[in-house]
């Protein structure tokens, strides 16, 4: 047997003298809150008690956690001689989490007490009431309501609606009541889909561990028996984490309705009728009326997909993998598909590797040419059409819409065909002897010149993209002062001069948050593309072509490859990428500094 690496007792010297520091500041923490708390009696014994009663009852767990896996981690490391590189360090991971254990509960006590002079904080001064200061609200809104609340409402802590039951609201009561009797049902008898299970299993099931073969051959039905699926097991188990999320918010609001209610009754009114609270949910309440299908909405079709294609950045979700090993499942993989961006490892490391930074570089190549030359482009063209004296500016405004009423499915392949190899601006160049061969415009072979083939998606775009904004910046153009042009021309202001002086600062003042968003959009263009080049020219042994922009490269990878993990990863890159852009961009800018500047 080979001889194994005792651990370092110096290392778990330091570790436990690390958690004892560690435990040490979270008690003097503990004690300063709670002495605070004391005096604060004093004046509002109400608001208080529910606080005393968290710093009493949350040192609890790790008190029990220091006196028993700290005593188990211990007792392991002196029973057995394990390899350092191993299991030792495994052990040594164990006691360091339970060093940081009370740094994890002292933070969130900090935060519902509301006291952030204590806490060490980046903030400035004037912006004390930041973040977590509603976390903190809530939390003594929950303490207050349970102090200062009826039976009812005490009742309503552990029984949906006893509140409401007990001040007679009995519809509104006996709501809340089914609904948590129906989520309670849900995450107990776990209703499944495919044999994917939702509720307390699908809690389970998302660790993506003990999985079944994924279905085998039943000869009897000529089919596959039902196995596990992987992306349900993902979706099902976000969607039960977000019903225990309605649950929680349910379980409030029905505190606070019952809390309510107590109120009314302190003041001698009487408790809203449930026809009262349909009334007002037509009237002062209208908004949240209008509000909630789109919430509702939003979470279903928007950020649960987006939970999901964000979790399968973790996985090992990719088809050529996953047929090379002969298997129709995936697992977590942590943060190993973010490395193989910089790493080049797996089937399609060495195209990211390669290929990531161009593509990004082009990227922002097209969206800052796309953007600027659509944007300048509408200005001028609105400032000509809108010129004095100018006849016809209906029939040019006319042509110019006509571009947008068409879809723009129809306008790219029909510039693609006429710019094609076989196109007929092709066919005039080599009748009239300008050629003797057909110009790749688009990079649609191999062959053809990537460079030539952006200058032209990039002059495409412009005939697709002016006409917008010639649009908005007509109107805008329309609300400009007449003063100011006065003014100017007093002054013996120049018309280029006016025009950079006055027109231009106030369309730009006005159009940031519109530049800012096609400027997003462009970086996410996919249409123009992906319809004119098709990503071309391709490079060989590379998904991603020569004028492929990120959204591009992604589809090919996802739909063409099946790569869904790395796609995932491409796709969190993205958004990174245009949400920080976005929001630098915004803050800095006038029209959010100087907000009253043009009104």
Same mark, same amino acid.
């Given at each position: 047997?080979?001889?194994?690496?005792?651990?370092?007792?110096?290392?778990?010297?330091?570790?436990?003298?690390?958690?004892?520091?560690?435990?040490?500041?979270?008690?003097?923490?503990?004690?300063?809150?709670?002495?605070?708390?004391?005096?604060?009696?004093?004046?509002?014994?109400?608001?208080?008690?529910?606080?005393?009663?968290?710093?009493?009852?949350?040192?609890?767990?790790?008190?029990?956690?220091?006196?028993?896996?700290?005593?188990?981690?211990?007792?392991?490391?002196?029973?057995?001689?394990?390899?350092?590189?191993?299991?030792?360090?495994?052990?040594?991971?164990?006691?360091?989490?339970?060093?940081?254990?009370?740094?994890?509960?002292?933070?969130?006590?900090?935060?519902?007490?509301?006291?952030?002079?204590?806490?060490?904080?980046?903030?400035?001064?004037?912006?004390?009431?930041?973040?977590?200061?509603?976390?903190?609200?809530?939390?003594?809104?929950?303490?207050?309501?349970?102090?200062?609340?009826?039976?009812?409402?005490?009742?309503?802590?552990?029984?949906?609606?006893?509140?409401?039951?007990?001040?007679?609201?009995?519809?509104?009561?006996?709501?809340?009541?089914?609904?948590?009797?129906?989520?309670?049902?849900?995450?107990?008898?776990?209703?499944?889909?495919?044999?994917?299970?939702?509720?307390?299993?699908?809690?389970?099931?998302?660790?993506?561990?003990?999985?079944?073969?994924?279905?085998?051959?039943?000869?009897?039905?000529?089919?596959?028996?039902?196995?596990?699926?992987?992306?349900?097991?993902?979706?099902?188990?976000?969607?039960?984490?977000?019903?225990?999320?309605?649950?929680?918010?349910?379980?409030?609001?029905?505190?606070?309705?019952?809390?309510?209610?107590?109120?009314?009754?302190?003041?001698?009114?009487?408790?809203?009728?449930?026809?009262?609270?349909?009334?007002?949910?037509?009237?002062?309440?209208?908004?949240?009326?209008?509000?909630?299908?789109?919430?509702?909405?939003?979470?279903?079709?928007?950020?649960?997909?987006?939970?999901?294609?964000?979790?399968?950045?973790?996985?090992?979700?990719?088809?050529?993998?996953?047929?090379?090993?002969?298997?129709?499942?995936?697992?977590?993989?942590?943060?190993?598909?973010?490395?193989?961006?910089?790493?080049?490892?797996?089937?399609?490391?060495?195209?990211?590797?390669?290929?990531?930074?161009?593509?990004?570089?082009?990227?922002?190549?097209?969206?800052?040419?796309?953007?600027?030359?659509?944007?300048?482009?509408?200005?001028?063209?609105?400032?000509?059409?809108?010129?004095?004296?100018?006849?016809?500016?209906?029939?040019?405004?006319?042509?110019?819409?006509?571009?947008?009423?068409?879809?723009?499915?129809?306008?790219?392949?029909?510039?693609?065909?006429?710019?094609?190899?076989?196109?007929?601006?092709?066919?005039?160049?080599?009748?009239?002897?300008?050629?003797?061969?057909?110009?790749?415009?688009?990079?649609?072979?191999?062959?053809?010149?990537?460079?030539?083939?952006?200058?032209?998606?990039?002059?495409?775009?412009?005939?697709?993209?002016?006409?917008?904004?010639?649009?908005?910046?007509?109107?805008?153009?329309?609300? %400009?002062?007449?003063?100011? =042009?006065?003014? !100017?021309? +007093?002054? &013996?202001?120049? *018309?280029?001069?006016?025009?950079?002086? #006055? @027109?231009?600062?106030?369309?730009?003042?006005?159009?940031?948050?519109?530049?800012?968003?096609?400027?997003?959009?462009?970086?996410?263009?996919?249409?123009?593309?992906?319809?004119?080049?098709?990503?071309?020219?391709?490079?060989?042994?590379?998904?991603?072509?020569?004028?492929?922009?990120?959204?591009?490269?992604?589809?090919?990878?996802? %739909?063409?490859?099946?790569? =869904?993990?790395? !796609?995932? +990863?491409? &796709?969190?890159? *993205?958004?990174?990428?245009?949400?920080? #852009? @976005?929001?630098?961009?915004?803050?800095?800018?006038?029209?959010?500094?100087?907000?009253?500047?043009?009104?």
């Amino acid at each position: 047997m080979a001889n194994k690496d005792p651990i370092n007792k110096r290392r778990v010297g330091i570790c436990v003298l690390l958690s004892f520091v560690t435990l040490g500041i979270y008690a003097f923490y503990w004690l300063y809150l709670l002495v605070k708390n004391v005096r604060s009696l004093k004046n509002d014994t109400r608001s208080c008690i529910g606080e005393m009663l968290c710093l009493i009852l949350v040192p609890i767990y790790p008190i029990y956690w220091w006196y028993t896996r700290g005593n188990d981690v211990k007792r392991l490391l002196e029973e057995r001689d394990c390899q350092a590189s191993s299991t030792g360090s495994l052990f040594l991971v164990l006691l360091l989490l339970s060093s940081f254990i009370p740094l994890v509960i002292f933070i969130p006590m900090g935060i519902m007490q509301g006291d952030f002079n204590s806490l060490p904080t980046a903030v400035s001064k004037s912006h004390k009431a930041n973040f977590f200061s509603p976390i903190g609200k809530f939390f003594r809104n929950i303490g207050k309501m349970f102090t200062g609340g009826s039976v009812g409402t005490k009742l309503s802590y552990f029984i949906f609606g006893a509140g409401n039951i007990y001040h007679k609201q009995y519809i509104k009561g006996g709501i809340f009541l089914l609904l948590q009797i129906a989520i309670i049902l849900f995450m107990v008898l776990c209703p499944s889909i495919n044999g994917t299970p939702y509720g307390y299993k699908a809690l389970a099931n998302l660790s993506l561990k003990n999985l079944s073969k994924g279905g085998e051959f039943d000869p009897a039905t000529g089919g596959m028996t039902t196995g596990s699926d992987c992306k349900l097991m993902i979706l099902f188990g976000f969607v039960t984490i977000a019903v225990i999320v309605i649950f929680v918010i349910l379980w409030y609001k029905n505190i606070q309705s019952s809390y309510k209610a107590d109120m009314d009754k302190k003041i001698g009114k009487k408790p809203t009728t449930f026809k009262e609270d349909l009334q007002s949910l037509l009237d002062q309440k209208f908004h949240i009326t209008m509000l909630t299908p789109t919430c509702i909405a939003a979470l279903v079709f928007t950020v649960l997909p987006t939970i999901f294609m964000i979790a399968l950045a973790f996985t090992t979700y990719n088809d050529p993998d996953m047929n090379d090993a002969g298997t129709t499942l995936f697992h977590w993989n942590g943060v190993q598909n973010f490395a193989r961006v910089f790493t080049g490892e797996g089937s399609l490391g060495f195209e990211i590797k390669n290929r990531f930074l161009p593509v990004l570089g082009w990227t922002f190549i097209w969206a800052i040419f796309a953007t600027l030359t659509c944007y300048f482009g509408g200005i001028i063209l609105a400032l000509l059409i809108n010129k004095k004296g100018l006849k016809g500016k209906k029939i040019f405004r006319t042509i110019f819409i006509m571009t947008i009423a068409v879809p723009q499915f129809i306008s790219l392949l029909a510039v693609r065909n006429i710019l094609g190899e076989f196109g007929p601006v092709n066919k005039m160049l080599m009748d009239f002897g300008w050629t003797n061969h057909a110009i790749g415009f688009l990079g649609l072979n191999p062959a053809d010149s990537e460079i030539l083939a952006k200058v032209m998606v990039i002059v495409v775009n412009m005939w697709v993209g002016i006409p917008y904004t010639m649009l908005m910046t007509t109107g805008i153009l329309m609300n %400009i002062p007449a003063d100011l =042009y006065e003014a !100017g021309r +007093v002054d &013996g202001a120049s *018309t280029t001069k006016m025009f950079f002086k #006055i @027109t231009l600062p106030y369309v730009i003042f006005i159009t940031t948050p519109y530049l800012i968003s096609s400027f997003v959009g462009n970086i996410n263009s996919f249409n123009t593309i992906y319809l004119l080049t098709g990503g071309g020219p391709t490079h060989t042994g590379y998904q991603a072509g020569g004028t492929d922009l990120l959204v591009t490269w992604l589809y090919k990878v996802t %739909i063409d490859q099946g790569a =869904y993990n790395t !796609g995932a +990863v491409i &796709g969190i890159f *993205t958004f990174l990428i245009t949400a920080t #852009i @976005t929001l630098i961009t915004y803050r800095r800018s006038k029209a959010y500094n100087e907000e009253d500047t043009f009104q």
